[in-house]
């Protein structure tokens, strides 16, 4: 199968041509213009622009499902896609298919997340580093992955080799969370999931690893439970961890206390909001894959958000569908839902879903060809070609597909329903029951017309509890099953849409809307005619103070007759919010209880999974979290999160439970006399076109020296790109005077030193170096200096490129959570700016910068 070339588009739009047409385009809506124009309009490696606004993204996207379509009989025309997915108002493909359908300037891949594994459980280190490199090859093509580690024998286990023991799962954590991180590299973003059982002898090792600060930062992490862990905690028994894993002659058995292990993983989501939870029975047996887990569909971890579990490299593609387009007269009192036209569009979201999966094997052949036409040798290209092999079988064999919907919570406020009320869970159900029935029925008649999925089996699927409601609830569905099969194994899943929500600007997959008003600021001349200053900032910048609606609700106003232009006090906006459907189904207002309900009860008609987060005010007690976490699995959920307001801010301690939290005296963390050697981190990254490295040394998981500047430079740091960790000595040369080494271990175990660290880069990176380094042992915040430098005023350029890379380097340190001050927000111009990951990210608009 060989991708027809696609035209390449000649007409190139500047970035302001595109900008203000994008603009008007959303009706003012800056952010919305922002981030499509960013993230999904047609550009090349040079930035040429070709595409004036999203009509022309969907134009190119009709063009191409439009030649899949005619391939099958009674096939969509063109216009009929178009009018399907233009203004994003009906269905509305999600990432990596926006991005990439009809586009001829990237070799890329149409799924947007992958999970991976190994054959036969393997926990060889040949294993564990093919797994690595098949994260980095996928992740270099931006999707998001997932991989379990229950493989991994426990920390102690005998090995056949010169360690003779084995260190266990978490430094493993560590390396696949650098490997995220390295790829992050240049404004990228890698995206993984890393998940155990709960089974295993070191999954408290693994539950608390997040708590170190600087520890597996590049990866969000999920225990796998069993009901037998969670029956042995509501009993207050002991559980038997093993590994392997639930084996009957196990080479590692344990008893644990079930409630200790469960109020530790409790405690730390309380405290971190990690780990996630997955109820790996409720996963495997409602899943419909799983019966075909013997042909290679067993599940066995999840994407990095946890809506799509799969078996070792699947992957899938997402579509959401905008719930609130069916809401006719919406926000008054002939409100109705449009189930007839619903239905119709779901079969059309479904066929639409296969004919990308056509697109994605399209794609996977150019992917091939060109890991087949690079210079290198077969041998080093072997692991990328057979991870995509393996991929596009999975997807040509199985057909997995993700449809899912997007706002949930305006579609109840238009239909003047509360979100969280018995009603507003009970249309909900009846929404997600209709879609997983006429998904299935197309899907169903696809295979008449184009034949069903190649493993396809009534038999191993009869007793499936999914299959078995679809029975229920349409017989004639289900018979007409038995007869033509289905085209597609999986279908469905509720992700998080936060680019697509911005766009089709409504409320975000499933949830309610965050806030309906809130207040953004705008930076002003104050010497300008007409301009209102509100308020003064400690450098004395003037702002203008100026109301943000939520767009639906500022549509609930119109609708009203109330006038959207005044600039309201907020006095007068907590009156309008209490007049509004909105009101009191915030997110920070719905009752936890009902939303876990809620979930529960869908999860029954979505065969995948559901991305839901259960917000929670900053007061909460750990005994609620672990209530919310009991409740979730009784109502049948496959997985639960839970963030509770703050909890990831501040400094989180090692994993000493005897140890206090810092206190506001920072100094006292360090010792006040440098030790002779220190353990380092190192981090590269690129200024420009340079390559860069520094050298952290690090006390209790925290930043205390930094040695940076030129790699590979005619000075001679030369250090093997696998070089992640080592130690860096104080010693003197023979002439006495003082130097700084690096000390790492090569691949033969032999020590190897780099001398004279403090010599190697230009000298006034190294005066500078040593400020920077006299500010972290004095205990100073590393955003605190991360200000410092950036507020630097240097003359040089290579000065300031030195500055840049410090920045770069130091603020993967900075804890998930902390406030940057002073800082706006490229797309919202908000100030409300966290740090996540060593990347700024606005907790306004979600976007998200690094470096």
């Not at 609130?324 to 409100?335: G, I, L, Q, W």
């Amino acid at each position: 199968m060989n991708e027809k070339l696609t035209k390449v588009p000649t007409q190139t739009y500047s970035q302001e041509e595109a900008f203000q047409e994008a603009l008007k385009y959303f009706k003012n809506d800056d952010l919305a213009a922002r981030v499509w124009l960013n993230k999904y309009a047609l550009k090349d490696s040079d930035g040429n622009i070709f595409e004036l606004t999203p009509n022309d993204m969907h134009k190119r996207i009709a063009i191409e499902i439009a030649s899949v379509e005619s391939k099958y009989p009674n096939p969509l025309s063109e216009s009929e896609v178009f009018d399907l997915i233009k203004d994003f108002k009906y269905i509305v493909p999600q990432g990596s298919p926006m991005a990439g359908i009809g586009n001829p300037f990237q070799i890329a891949s149409l799924s947007n997340c992958f999970v991976i594994g190994n054959d036969g459980e393997s926990d060889s280190y040949g294993g564990i580093m093919k797994i690595d490199q098949e994260q980095v090859q996928l992740m270099k093509r931006r999707g998001g992955v997932g991989h379990d580690l229950s493989h991994i024998r426990p920390k102690g286990s005998a090995v056949k080799n010169s360690a003779l023991t084995s260190t266990g799962i978490v430094p493993f954590m560590e390396r696949y969370s650098n490997s995220t991180r390295e790829v992050a590299q240049d404004g990228r973003r890698g995206a993984l999931m890393l998940s155990v059982s709960i089974n295993h002898p070191d999954s408290e090792d693994f539950i608390n690893a997040k708590l170190e600060q600087g520890k597996v930062t590049g990866a969000n992490v999920s225990v796998r439970i069993d009901d037998e862990f969670m029956k042995a905690v509501k009993a207050g028994k002991e559980y038997t961890q093993k590994y392997p894993i639930f084996s009957d002659n196990p080479k590692v058995a344990k008893s644990i206390d079930a409630n200790a292990l469960w109020k530790k993983i409790v405690h730390n989501a309380w405290k971190s909001a990690e780990p996630g939870i997955l109820f790996w029975d409720t996963i495997i047996n409602e899943s419909v894959p799983d019966c075909y887990a013997d042909l290679g569909y067993k599940t066995v971890s999840t994407n990095p958000c946890g809506e799509i579990p799969l078996c070792p490299y699947d992957s899938c593609r997402l579509l959401a569908i905008n719930l609130f387009s069916y809401v006719e007269n919406p926000f008054t009192d002939k409100a109705e839902f449009n189930f007839d036209l619903f239905k119709k569009h779901v079969a059309a979201a479904q066929r639409i879903m296969d004919d990308i999966i056509d697109l994605e094997l399209l794609k996977i052949d150019n992917i091939i060809k060109k890991i087949d036409d690079d210079p290198e040798q077969d041998e080093v290209k072997r692991t990328e070609k057979n991870l995509w092999l393996n991929i596009q079988r999975k997807a040509e064999e199985g057909r997995r597909t993700g449809v899912g919907i997007t706002a949930e919570g305006d579609m109840l406020a238009a239909l003047g329903i509360k979100y969280g009320s018995e009603e507003g869970n009970a249309f909900s159900l009846e929404v997600h029951k209709t879609i997983a029935i006429e998904a299935y029925r197309a899907s169903v008649h696809l295979a008449k017309e184009r034949g069903a999925f190649g493993i396809f089996d009534a038999e191993r699927e009869k007793n499936n509890p999914f299959i078995q409601r679809l029975k229920e609830a349409d017989s004639k569905l289900y018979y007409e099953m038995l007869e033509y099969g289905r085209r597609n194994i999986a279908l469905l899943t509720i992700a998080p849409t936060g680019t697509t929500s911005l766009m089709t600007q409504t409320t975000s997959g499933i949830e309610p809307v965050f806030m309906p008003v809130y207040k953004r600021r705008r930076k002003v001349n104050p010497n300008d005619k007409e301009v209102r200053v509100d308020f003064v900032d400690e450098v004395g910048d003037s702002w203008e103070e100026y109301v943000v609606f939520h767009h639906r609700f500022k549509q609930w106003m119109e609708v009203n007759g109330i006038d959207t232009s005044v600039n309201y006090s907020q006095e007068e906006i907590n009156t309008l919010i209490k007049k509004s459907p909105y009101y009191g189904a915030t997110s920070n207002d719905v009752d936890w209880m009902s939303k876990v309900s809620m979930q529960g009860a869908i999860q029954k008609w979505v065969d995948h999974s559901i991305s839901v987060t259960i917000n929670l005010p900053s007061d909460v007690s750990e005994d609620l979290v672990g209530e919310l976490y009991l409740k979730a699995w009784e109502v049948g959920c496959k997985g639960v999160t839970v963030y509770r307001d703050g909890s990831r801010s501040g400094v989180l301690i090692s994993n000493d439970e005897k140890k206090k939290e810092e206190t506001d005296d920072k100094s006292a963390a360090f010792p006040t006399k440098r030790p002779q050697s220190l353990e380092a981190d190192v981090v590269r990254f690129q200024n420009s076109k340079e390559k860069w490295i520094a050298f952290i040394g690090i006390i209790d998981g925290k930043p205390y020296e930094v040695f940076t500047g030129l790699a590979d430079d005619e000075d001679g740091i030369l250090l093997p790109r696998w070089v992640n960790k080592g130690v860096i000595i104080k010693n003197r040369g023979e002439d006495g005077v003082r130097r700084y080494d690096f000390q790492y271990k090569n691949t033969r175990g032999y020590k190897t030193t780099i001398e004279g660290l403090s010599h190697k880069f230009n000298p006034e990176f190294w005066n500078y170096a040593k400020l920077i380094s006299s500010t972290l042992r004095h205990g100073m915040s590393i955003d605190k200096i991360v200000d410092l430098i950036n507020s630097l005023q240097l003359d040089s350029e290579s000065i300031n490129t030195w500055k840049n890379g410090v920045v770069r380097a130091l603020k993967r340190y900075v804890e998930d959570g902390t406030k940057a001050k002073g800082q706006q927000c490229d797309n919202c111009k908000s100030e409300n700016l966290i740090y996540q990951e060593g990347c700024l990210t606005c907790k306004d608009c979600g976007s998200s910068k690094c470096g």
